[in-house]
């Protein structure tokens, strides 16, 4: 079944339709909630408003209109809505990645050195997000985590495709300014031109 169909069934009373809908979207919007957090009880907080974003996606069922949106964006957009809200509640500003669950995995017969420098370069990478404003934090999450193309990330964010794609632009461009003196040390350079 569709989502379309399923929604369909849900609303002509079928309820228990929803636990499917739920099982097809519940790693991503859980994944994305933790993108977007920053608290000291991030798992329990994810989950909660992972929860509750279901819940409200549920309540308000009757009311979504497919022609103004998939389902899939309407259920992103209560979700970013949700986190934003309890984030304003606890008054936290900045969104976090920091617990985002990409952690790189060395494979078993890589140094430790490897492991160790990869591990520094995506928490410099994490860092460099949480730095940018929500907007293109959000945007850049949804694109680059999430696979999201312009049109849904416009349609979640409330913006145009080209405001969309100027925020990504802004944000990559920001990130790649915050890494440069991380990854253009001579150090490495001279390691590298030793190599023959």
């Known amino acids: 079944m569709t989502d379309s169909q399923l929604i369909r069934e849900i609303k002509d009373g079928n309820v228990q339709l929803y636990d499917e809908l739920m099982r097809r979207y519940e790693r991503k919007i859980l994944a994305f909630i933790y993108h977007m957090l920053k608290s000291a009880h991030m798992d329990s907080m994810a989950e909660d408003l992972c929860n509750e974003t279901f819940y409200k996606a549920y309540r308000s069922l009757s009311s979504f209109r497919e022609i103004e949106a998939t389902f899939s964006t309407w259920l992103y957009t209560i979700a970013r809505n949700t986190v934003l809200s309890e984030l304003r509640k606890n008054n936290h500003v900045k969104v976090s990645l920091d617990q985002g669950g990409f952690e790189p995995h060395a494979d078993a017969d890589s140094m430790p050195e490897v492991s160790i420098l990869r591990n520094e370069k995506v928490?410099?990478?994490?860092?460099?997000?949480?730095?940018?404003?929500?907007?293109?934090?959000?945007?850049?999450?949804?694109?680059?985590?999430?696979?999201?193309?312009?049109?849904?990330?416009?349609?979640?964010?409330?913006?145009?495709?080209?405001?969309?794609?100027?925020?990504?632009?802004?944000?990559?461009?920001?990130v790649k300014l915050q890494l440069e003196p991380y990854f253009l040390d001579p150090v490495f350079e001279e390691y590298e031109g030793m190599k023959r």
């Open 123 to 174: 928490s410099m990478v994490r860092d460099a997000i949480n730095n940018l404003p929500e907007k293109q934090r959000s945007a850049l999450i949804m694109r680059e985590y999430d696979q999201m193309d312009y049109q849904e990330i416009a349609n979640i964010l409330g913006q145009t495709v080209s405001s969309v794609k100027s925020l990504l632009f802004r944000a990559r461009a920001s």
